[in-house]
């Protein structure tokens, strides 16, 4: 059963892979069938076709390019609405939908339902879409998709959100709050031995309340969960000064100590003992 099942993986992966290329070159062959309009357009407005010797556009189309001219003249169509429509086109030449759903960006989408119709063009299906040009475009909450389309960048909708991501946050690299130095000497990791968190807190080794101060030797940044639910509950303890002189305490009553380096477990027999010896 189990080879019976590989089979059918490897078939359907083969079935796969040849659909794949095979939306590969029909969208290459609709960007030229867009590039060959754009270029028939320039030279019938040149009058080239007559200076050429021939009587109709069509004519030319089928000695010179092999097409009929209805073919010629519905390319032509295109063409020229994708001179009105930018984006549609930008977004057709990425490989982000097929010449189908540009025909019918070209045939019914206007300046004010153009954005709209095109993000359904990069998701919906053909009849989807057909559909959509019925009864207009979804009027759904989408505040990213939204965002995107008011931005006006000609790129796809993934590439806005990581730009967005990065212009966003990269100002405050390296400046997040006033600790910022105390969590750069633990490379941003839950200064706890026992753990390997992510996140950062300030935590001030003897307590504020004790008279503790800002100094760096004070300061060492254990993440949420270890700094509120273990030192501030006593589940962990920490002493010494920061970074390389500190003595952790795992446990309310300790079963492990670590200095620096070094770790000891404690046996339960000592674990009472070794919390009493706990500064
Ligand atoms: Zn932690």
Known sequence: MQIVGLVGDVELERQREIDRNQVWLARSNGRMR??????????VRLQGHRELGFSTTGAYSLERLSRSGRWMGE??????????????????DRGEYGWCKLELLCRHATAETGV???????????????????EGPSEECDPERDAFDRSGIDDTFLAWLCKSYVTTWLPHLGTSDKWEHIYALDLYRCSSPVCFR????????RFRSHGGGDQAWNLTPPCDDDHIDGI??????????????????IGREPVLVVRGREKELVPPALATRARLLVP
Do not use: N
């Open 232 to 249: 501030h509950t006593g589940r962990i303890r920490v002493t010494g000064r920061a970074p390389d002189q500190l003595t952790w305490y």
């Open 34 to 43: 867009l590039r060959l309009g754009e270029m028939f357009e320039k030279l």
């Open 198 to 205: 992510k996140d950062c807190t300030a935590h001030h080794i």
């Open 116 to 134: 709209k119709l095109l993000r359904v063009a990069r998701s919906a299906t053909v009849r989807e879409l057909r559909q959509a040009f019925v």
């Open 75 to 92: 390319t032509r169509t295109v063409a020229r609405r994708v001179a009105e429509l930018p984006r549609a086109g930008r977004a057709f």
